[in-house]
């Protein structure tokens, strides 16, 4: 289909549905919020088929003046006019290509982050701690809710795995570029001779699974109870309480422990939705090699993509090979920014190009 015959379409059916809202009598209550959500996800591409439409209805309308009349001041309006429709649908068309690009239905979803220490020992877990933190402050900074849902081997001020949930619009749109192993070179506060050492963790994120995505049969769950021995006193029997849920078809298993039962069951039901979630999302994308059905969000977790180099204050991601030095900034202050819009929009411009081929 036509460039132009693709936006031809979209504004006949944002039109469509924008009569249908018009008399909301006629649509029941499920379908108008169906229809409401569909003609708000158009209108801004609308506008913009409209505007790329009309330039080229002046262009066309320029280039007939130049070629059949013969008044110069008339033909010195059509050489203008020509020359700045050029540069508005030139423009116009680039921004379209980025809005009609196949949409990640999880992209406006919350996600679920795990962190766990990789190779490097003591010094791995400190780093998972670290990034840990960036991550919790980067939500902050976006105005997103973080809530830990677990941390566990606790070694100093790090640990040797962490997860949290994070909700906010477009949460997975953002962090799902951060999966994979994320490497370090320091020298470890408890390394006397000051020797640089390297060590990884690695980040996994999940698009956050809601009910209307994912239907969990209770058949298909076993849920074993846990309670660790009491210290004594009023604490005696009343101690934190784990919860282990089993997923039998797929053998996952989530384990929560904190004091509330019922919460560590609400978490790991959480965190199990968005793991099979993510299963069947990596199952129908046939585009997506059989490894990749394990790997979590847009990163393979076997590779490494990120490097943060304290000695020299340098961050560098290796996908898109962006190198900056503000290390400290980025793990103190979250400025991550930097490095997610620049993966944003190397992801967009291998989309158009497959498009364009």
Known sequence: MAFEDRLKKIITKYNNLSDKLSDPSKISSQDFAK??????????????????LQNLKLLEEAEDILLNSQEKELKDLAHDQKKESKV?????KEKLKIMLLPKDIADEKGAI?????????DEAALFAGTLFKMYQKYAEAQNWQFEVLSISGLVLEGCKEAMASISGKGVYKKL??????????????????GRIHT?????????????????????????????????????VNT????????????GLVIVQSEKSQHQNKAKALKILKSKLYDIER?????????????QIGSGDRSERIRTYNFPQNRITDHRINLTSYNLEEVLQEAKLDQFIDALVADDQAK??????N
């Open 282 to 294: 990596e199952k129908s994308n046939k585009e997506m090699s059989d490894l990749r059905r394990v």
């Open 113 to 121: 982050i795990e962190i766990r220490a990789g190779t490097g020992g």
């Open 239 to 250: 101690t934190d309480s784990a919860i282990r849920v089993t997923h039998i078809p797929t």
């Open 351 to 356: 989309k158009i190009a497959q498009e364009d």
């Open 88 to 92: 508005n649908l030139e423009i116009i």
């Open 199 to 235: 060590s990884a963790a690695t980040v996994a994120v999940l698009p956050e699974a809601e009910d209307i995505d994912l239907k969990i049969n209770e058949k298909d769950l076993r849920i074993d109870t846990y309670r660790s021995s009491g210290a004594g006193g009023q604490h």
């Open 35 to 52: 229809i409401a959500k569909e003609h708000f996800d158009l209108t801004e591409i609308n506008f913009s088929a409209i505007e790329y």
């Open 176 to 193: 799902k570029y951060e999966s994979g192993v994320h490497r370090v070179q320091r020298v470890p506060t408890t390394e006397s001779s």
